[in-house]
C-alpha cells in the first residue's frame, strides 16, 4: 500500500460515475462479495464488494453523510472529488423538509441533489428521539458521561423520556423546525425511505441509551424486532407498488446495547428474519456502543450474521474506532463528525487534531497537513483558513470541510488497502501510534 495515505486516490475513484449505473439500469442491483479476509486470528474484518442499483461500493468504505439531501458546505461534484463512494441522508430532515413527496417528484434524493453514485438513508428512528421527542437531555448525559448508568434515578430518568414518546406501535414526536406532532412507525419510515428512493435504507428501530436497564433494553429489543418484521412486509408490498423505481435493500439495525446475549440474540433473530419471503438484504449494527467495547460489540454482532452480507456501522468515523470497527467485521461507516468539527474550524491531521483558529497559525504559511494531497492542502496555507475563520468568511467552513472529508475517506481507502497487502495490523499500530501521541496534551 501507498505509505503516504494521504495522496491522491487513483482516476478511478473520483472519475464522474458510469452514466448506466446512473440511471438505476447497475446490474446486479444487490449482493455483497468478499475480498480479502484478515483471518481467524487477526480478526473478522474482511474487504468486499456491495452491489446496488447505482453502482458499486468497494469495501471497507466511509459513507460521507449528506443529512438534508447536501454534504454541508460541499458540492456533489467535490464530494466526488474526494474518493467518496456513496452518500446517507435522513429520512427524519427530508420528510419535514422538504417533503419525502417532493423528493420523490425530483426522482427521489439522487437526482434531487444531482449526485448520480450509491445512496443511504437512516430510517431516522434516532433523529426523532433525539431532536423530536425530548429525548435529548438523556442523551447529552450518555455522551457527555456525566450520569452514572447504574444510578436507579437515573435509569427512571431514561425510562421515563421513552415511555412518553414510545409505544408498541411507533413515536410521537414534535418537529424541531415548528413544533408540530408527527408520528414515525415501521409503515411511515418505509414509506419515506421509498419516496426518497435510496439504494441502501433501514428499517425502523428504537433508539436506547446506556442509562437504560437492562429490563428496558430487553423490551425494546423485542419491539425493534416487531418493528423489523412490519418494515420487511411493508417494504415489500412498496416494492411491487413501485415496481418501475430501481431495486432499493433493505438493511435491519442490531441493537442490544451492551449486553452480549442481547447483542447475539438479535443478530440472530434478524439474520433469520423472513416475511413472506423477504430477507434483509444487510444490515446496520447501532444503539448504545461503549467506545472502549466498540469492537467487541460490534464482533459479537458479526460473529452472528454470517459472512454473506454486508455490515454498517452507524455514526462512526473516528480513526480508533475506524481500526476497531473494521477488525471486528464492520464493511462500512458514516458520520457527521468529519463536516461538523469543520465547521467548528477543527482539523483532522495524523498527529490528531487541531484548531486552525489558534493563534499560532496566524503566521503559518504551510499547508493544513504536510503532504496531503487535498484540494485545500495543495492551495491554500494555515495562516490562510486561520484568517477565514477569523473574519467569519464561508468559505472557511468549505475548505475544512474539504480536508476533513478527504482525511476520513483515505484514511479507509488506506485500511482497505492494508488488508489487501496483508499489513492491516502494522498500519493500525503505526497510524494510531502516531495519532494518539499527537493529540496528548
Known amino acids: 500500500m501507498n505509505t503516504n495515505w494521504l495522496s491522491s486516490p487513483s482516476p478511478e475513484q473520483i472519475a464522474p460515475f458510469d452514466t448506466t449505473a446512473s440511471s438505476g439500469a447497475c446490474f446486479p442491483d444487490r449482493g455483497f462479495e468478499v475480498g480479502v479476509r484478515l483471518g481467524a486470528e ?4 474482511r474487504t468486499g464488494i456491495i452491489h446496488t442499483a447505482h453502482g458499486t461500493i468497494r469495501t471497507p468504505a466511509f459513507i460521507p453523510v449528506g443529512t438534508k439531501a447536501n454534504v454541508k458546505a460541499l458540492t456533489p461534484e467535490m464530494v466526488r472529488s474526494l ?17 419525502s ?15 448520480s453514485g450509491p445512496t443511504y438513508t437512516d430510517s431516522g428512528g434516532f433523529q426523532v428521539l433525539s431532536l423530536g421527542a425530548g429525548f435529548k437531555k438523556v442523551l447529552s448525559q450518555e455522551f457527555s458521561g456525566q450520569a452514572d448508568p447504574s444510578d436507579p434515578a437515573v435509569q427512571m430518568q431514561a425510562i421515563k423520556a421513552s415511555n412518553a414518546v414510545v409505544d408498541d406501535d411507533g413515536v410521537v414526536f414534535s418537529s424541531h423546525i415548528d413544533g408540530t406532532k408527527h408520528r414515525f412507525n415501521p409503515e411511515v ?29 430487553v423490551d425494546s429489543l423485542e419491539r425493534t424486532h416487531a418493528w423489523a418484521a412490519r418494515c420487511l412486509a411493508e417494504h415489500k408490498q412498496l416494492k411491487q407498488a413501485r415496481s418501475d423505481k430501481p431495486y432499493q435493500q433493505l438493511w435491519g439495525v442490531i441493537q442490544g446495547a451492551q449486553w452480549e446475549d442481547l447483542r447475539r440474540q438479535a443478530a440472530r433473530t434478524m439474520a433469520d428474519m423472513e416475511v413472506d419471503g423477504q430477507r434483509f438484504d444487510g444490515f446496520g449494527v447501532g444503539g448504545a456502543l461503549e467506545k ?28 480508533e474506532d475506524l481500526f476497531a470497527g473494521v477488525a471486528a467485521g464492520a464493511d462500512t461507516f458514516d458520520c457527521v463528525n468529519p463536516s461538523r468539527v469543520a465547521r467548528n474550524a477543527a482539523i483532522y491531521t495524523p498527529d490528531g487534531r487541531f484548531n486552525i483558529t489558534n493563534a499560532r497559525f496566524k503566521r503559518d504559511f504551510k499547508p493544513l497537513v504536510e ?17 477565514l475563520f477569523k473574519a467569519k468568511e464561508i468559505l472557511s467552513s468549505t475548505l475544512a470541510t474539504i480536508h476533513n472529508e478527504w482525511f476520513t475517506l483515505r484514511l ?28 496528548r496534551p
Open 101 to 115: 413527496g417532493i423528493v420523490d417528484e425530483a426522482g427521489g434524493f439522487a437526482s434531487f441533489m444531482n449526485w
Open 412 to 439: 479507509v481507502d488506506a485500511i482497505r488497502a492494508s488488508i489487501e497487502d496483508g499489513c492491516f495490523e502494522e498500519f493500525r499500530s503505526d497510524m494510531l501510534g502516531r495519532y494518539q501521541a499527537g493529540r
Open 42 to 45: 487477526r480478526g473478522l474484518g
Open 83 to 99: 474518493g467518496a463512494q456513496a452518500v446517507l441522508a435522513n429520512a427524519y430532515h427530508l420528510y419535514l423538509q422538504p417533503g
Open 292 to 319: 472502549e467495547n466498540l469492537g467487541t460489540i460490534v464482533s459479537w454482532v458479526c460473529e452472528e450474521l454470517g459472512e454473506n452480507r454486508p455490515r454498517h456501522l452507524l455514526g462512526i468515523s473516528e480513526p
Open 189 to 217: 419510515s418505509m414509506g419515506i425511505q421509498h419516496q426518497l428512493g435510496a439504494d441502501i435504507m433501514f428499517a425502523f428501530d428504537e433508539l436506547t441509551s446506556l442509562l437504560h436497564p437492562r429490563s428496558y433494553q
Open 371 to 387: 503532504g496531503c494531497e487535498c484540494y485545500t492542502c495543495t492551495h491554500y496555507t494555515r495562516a490562510y483558513v486561520h484568517h
